[in-house]
């Protein structure tokens, strides 16, 4: 069995600040977790995977997420955030079946 | 150039009438996935399948339909028998190895008139 988990349904943060976007995971077996966008009207776009080795992963458009194994998370963050990086985050996990399994999503809001 | 890809991007349906969704990959891919998105509710899984000639019922698979006689298309019928069919049909495609990431396409939007 494999799940995910997103917390929030809001992320509202300022343009240059930091951001966070929570996410946990539960999964039999060792965890595959990916980060996905979505823009208005569109499809899913990959962003970031953890596959193993270094926590900290480096993915598209300056995006980052760290894997926190004993918290069971994957929080997706970026340094600096963009007006245009506004849009619908989804986590996901496989492990426990190839099939990927999504979180509800976390709409991000970043204000000019 | 590799992708996937759904037509029509939006879809009009009448009360009673059955409508079929496009999904096409160039990308060899084994695994083909049908998701429903709807406001607030993430994304659930109506169907899937990994091979040819063979598919599973997902979380919602009730009032639809589809077929996987070719590797690269799957299309999804939505039925008469699906009650509440407007929302935003996502199609997917990847390997099976774990470690992938799966592909979308554009979605479709349907809308009951």
């Known amino acids: 069995a494999q799940s995910v988990a997103q917390p929030e349904d809001q992320v509202n943060v300022a343009e240059g600040n930091p951001l966070t976007v929570k996410c946990t995971y539960s999964v039999s077996g060792n965890p595959y977790l990916f980060w996905y966008v979505q823009y208005p009207n569109r499809g899913l776009q990959f962003l970031l995977k953890?596959?193993?080795?270094?926590?900290l992963v480096k993915g598209s458009y300056g995006f980052e997420a760290e894997f926190n194994k004993s918290q069971t998370s994957f929080h997706l963050k970026k340094p600096s955030a963009l007006v245009s990086d506004s849009a619908l985050y989804f986590c996901a996990v496989r492990g426990g079946s190839y099939i990927p399994t999504f979180g509800r999503g976390t709409s991000l809001i970043v204000h000019p | 150039d590799g992708g996937i890809t759904q037509s029509p991007k939006y879809l009009f349906r009448k009360e009673g009438q059955n409508v079929t969704l496009s999904c096409e990959q160039n990308?060899?891919?084994?695994?083909m996935y049908w998701y429903r998105q709807d406001p607030g509710q993430g994304l659930r899984l109506i169907y899937y399948s990994q091979i040819v000639n063979d598919f599973q019922k997902g979380d919602i698979a009730e009032g639809y339909s589809v077929s996987r006689e070719k590797k690269e298309s799957f299309p999804l019928t939505v039925t008469s028998a699906q009650k509440n069919p407007t929302a935003f049909y996502l199609c997917a495609s990847s390997m099976t190895g774990l470690n992938t990431e799966a592909f979308f396409g554009q979605g479709t939007r349907l809308t009951v008139v």
């Open positions: 990308l060899n891919h084994d695994a």
């Open positions: 953890y596959i193993t080795g270094d926590n």
